[in-house]
């Protein structure tokens, strides 16, 4: 073979090999568009799946946000409603012990129990009035000098004022411990005033009157009094029939 | 399921009546004793879950009682809590040093008691 056709040959081989590797360039590039196009695709499907997500992620948060203040709200009516139903027992349990017995002396020692256990007192004192025009007679107390205490006579002490007017006085600044009448409550029978319950010093570890306190004032101005006439009335008649 | 065996003991019966108004809707089974030394043979006799123990009682103190009750065999392990006016700091110790498990002040709060009860009637292994 001449140097001629040597040439030749190894032109055309190189040309046919150039052109095998353009065409698997081509073909490369080919499969490069489409893996770009289809990287795209997911690209995008990400973006979409992204925001769809992101949204969602919103959505959810402002969802546990909303279940978060109804929990909220819900353990706020739990604890509401516990309180009043504790509230509620302290009143019924008053008022059941003292309409459980006509004996004299279990009403004032359920009045006594009550200021004592229900209140939060360990000095109180229980005053009738007595057959003397507007004197009050000591009948029950409890850590208090009751010798000192015995009686009252209407005019002469500070307790005028707020048994005048037939309504209760609380000193609502009392805290536990501290020596000074807590509260005053008047024993009525309709508008008139036939004893007093005095609370003194409150238990050391009771901040002060709370309001189920102020409702318990209320029911033993009214349930304690009714009480205690009826008490004594079945006393006085046993003693007349012997 | 067995119902759970709360043990009431108080001289008063304004606060076992209290106590039983506010445990009533749990399904617990409530005894009551009205002085110390019944509190300790209800205690033997009847092997409560859980005793409320007053402190100020006739015949026997809850003091006394719960060394009784802690003293016993059968009765050793049973949570005691003690319900007292005396929230003040020597007075708990007395309590502690005396066995109690825990112990409420008067007046009594309804949601501190249903608390302290669970909690401590899930603790001794006694489901609710």
């Known amino acids: 073979m001449s140097a001629d056709e040597k040439g030749r040959t190894y032109v055309i081989q190189a040309r046919d090999e150039q052109q095998q590797y353009t065409a698997a360039l081509l073909r490369e590039n080919e499969k490069l568009r489409a893996a770009v196009a289809t990287l795209e695709s997911d690209h995008r499907r990400a973006q979409d799946q992204y925001r769809a997500a992101a949204e969602e992620l919103d959505r959810l948060r402002a969802h546990f946000e909303d279940v978060a203040r109804e929990n909220q709200r819900y353990a706020e009516q739990y604890h509401q409603i516990e309180t009043q139903s504790s509230n509620l027992a302290n009143l019924y349990v008053a008022s059941y012990q003292l309409h459980s017995s006509v004996d004299r002396q279990t009403v004032l020692n359920t009045i006594l129990e009550i200021v004592i256990n229900l209140v939060g007192s360990e000095q109180v004192a229980v005053y009738e009035r007595n057959c003397a025009p507007n004197r009050f007679k000591l009948a029950a107390s409890f850590g208090v000098d009751a010798k000192r205490l015995d009686s009252f006579i209407l005019g002469t002490s500070n307790i005028d004022r707020m048994l005048a007017d037939a309504r209760i006085f609380t000193d609502d600044e009392a805290a536990g411990g501290q020596d000074r009448l807590t509260a005053c409550v008047p024993l009525k029978i309709g508008e008139e005033v036939i004893g007093a319950i005095l609370v003194f010093r409150l238990l050391d570890h009771k901040p002060s009157l709370q309001p189920v306190d102020h409702e318990l004032f209320e029911l033993l101005a009214v349930h304690a009094s009714t009480a205690l006439h009826c008490a004594t009335l079945h006393e006085k008649t046993l003693a007349v029939l012997g | ?128």
Request: aromatic content about 4%; charged content about 25%; proline content about 5%.
């Open chain 2, 1 to 128: 399921m067995k119902r759970k065996k709360i043990l009431l003991v108080d001289d008063s019966t304004t606060i076992l009546m209290m106590e039983k108004f506010i445990l009533r809707n749990d399904p617990y089974e409530l005894i009551t004793a009205s002085n110390g030394e019944e509190a300790v043979q209800k205690a033997i006799d009847q092997k409560p879950d859980l005793i409320l123990l007053d402190v100020i009682m006739p015949k026997m103190s809850g003091f006394e009682a719960c060394r009784s009750i802690r003293a016993h065999e059968t009765t050793s392990a049973i949570p005691v809590i003690m319900v007292t006016t005396r929230g003040e700091a020597a007075n708990v110790e007395s309590g502690w040093s005396n066995g109690c498990t825990d112990y409420i002040t008067k007046p009594i709060n309804a949601v501190e008691l249903l608390a302290k009860v669970r909690n401590l009637l899930e603790d001794a292994g006694v489901p609710a």
